[in-house]
């Protein structure tokens, strides 16, 4: 980097965000609610039946709850599912995974995840699954994580699966959309996930006892005589969300074409540097780039993880490094034990991910793997 200090300005002088939500007009969003608003219909109403609706037909799923969180959702699919025993789950995803087990007061047995996929390891999963009581597993930035497989593990020892498909909107697995597999799978809707309500959830699930259960707990357990059945929650989904969900889901798909479009292209640059290896998506599968993802070998590429991430900052280009740390190594889960873990480790310690959401101009997204070019360049002509 012969960059004359005078004369240097850093690739984004007016910084490249990570996100940037893809939303529809505030003008839609008041025209969808205006009747509802107006009869003073503000939670649990028409629209979040009519967004409950509309993607059940969409996926091709028997039941979808709307809920005011993935996070509530997971709590209470968990909680439908009586489950007896650990819960199997991975440590490389985010901490709310983990988190809905705990408040299901279930121990956890973590398992590592696949070098390539960075989903949950199958055969981990397999071997331990005849002693486990559930099997709840992520699709991972959006790719999914073999469901067809870990259903058929969790058939074979007779325990539920429920998938966190916070970023699984739109993800397909094996030609069938993901929303449908296991005993229930929940999307969040949330900002930064690729269907967006403001905050939200999604419970989806072809069990009839499932939904029922979700559709008490999100009100506390109540089934409508305040003579509660259950210790449930409040997570219900207002008006106002459904409303941003409907109008967001109008233009979805352009915008999870386009995320998919530049996700390929930062495929294709990055192919060109060395030492950078991206996240696999299973053959016949596809992704929805909530987050793209690749991985540092510092040996190769000549610099650290931590110091490509500063270098980007230093050209103005935000960064993440998900899931770092991984849950197992999070203060909170500081008293549960876990196995080693060395994929997730490593992983964890290698990973980046790069701005990409649907806005994302083409020659921006050139830029930044210009600069990671650069820096491999010149760190390899220094080595
Ligand atoms: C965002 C996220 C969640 C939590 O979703 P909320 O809707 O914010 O509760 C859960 N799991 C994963 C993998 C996530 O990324």
Redesign the pocket.
């Known amino acids: 980097m012969a960059h004359n200090e005078i004369t240097w300005e850093p690739a984004f002088p007016e910084r490249l965000r990570f996100v940037r939500p893809a939303v529809p007009s505030l003008d839609r969003v008041t025209r969808r609610l205006d009747r509802t608003y107006s009869e003073g219909w503000l939670t649990n109403g028409p629209l979040v039946e009519e967004l409950e609706h509309t993607v059940a037909q969409r996926l091709g799923v028997k039941h979808v709850v709307g809920v005011a ?4 959702g ?1 709590i209470l699919a968990l909680q439908a599912l009586d489950v007896r025993g650990p819960a199997l789950v991975p440590s490389f ?2 901490c ?2 983990a988190h809905a087990a705990v408040w299901n007061h279930l121990d956890l047995q973590f398992v590592d995840c696949d070098p390539a996929t960075f989903s949950a390891d199958l055969a981990a999963l397999e071997r331990n699954s005849p002693e486990a009581g559930a099997i709840l597993v ?1 699709h991972v930035f959006g790719a999914p994580c073999s469901p067809a497989e870990v259903e058929a593990i969790g058939r074979r020892s007779g325990i539920p699966v429920v998938f ?1 498909a ?2 699984g909107f739109g993800a397909m697995a094996g030609g069938r959309p993901v929303g449908g597999f296991g005993d229930a799978e929940v999307f ?3 900002p ?2 690729p269907l967006v309500a403001g ?3 999604l419970v989806c699930t072809n069990r009839d006892d499932v939904a029922e259960w979700a559709r008490i707990g999100r009100d506390y357990g109540n089934p409508g005589d305040y003579n509660t059945l259950f210790v449930g929650l409040n997570a219900r989904m207002s008006e106002l969300h459904a409303a941003v969900a409907l109008e967001s889901l109008v233009d979805f798909d352009v915008h999870l074409a386009r995320r998919r479009e530049l996700a390929g292209a930062y495929r294709a640059l990055l192919a060109q540097v060395p030492g950078t290896t991206c996240q696999v998506v299973t053959d016949g599968d596809l992704s929805t780039y909530k987050d793209f993802g690749f991985l540092v070998d510092a040996e190769t590429f000549g610099m650290s993880r931590d110091d490509v991430v500063a270098v980007l900052d230093r050209e103005g280009i935000d960064t993440r490094c998900y899931f770092s740390p991984p849950v197992h190594r999070q203060k909170a889960y500081a008293e549960h034990s876990a196995a080693e873990l060395p994929v997730t480790d490593d992983i964890a310690g290698r990973i980046i991910n790069l701005p990409i959401f649907p806005g994302l101009p083409i020659e921006d997204l050139e830029r930044v793997v210009e600069v990671i070019a650069r820096s491999q360049a010149a760190a390899s002509r220094a080595g």
């Not at 969180?69 to 509530?72: G, I, L, P, V």
């Open positions: 969180s993935c996070t509530t997971l995803t985010f709310a995974t992520t966190d916070a970023h969040s809707l949330t930064t996930k905050e939200g959830g």
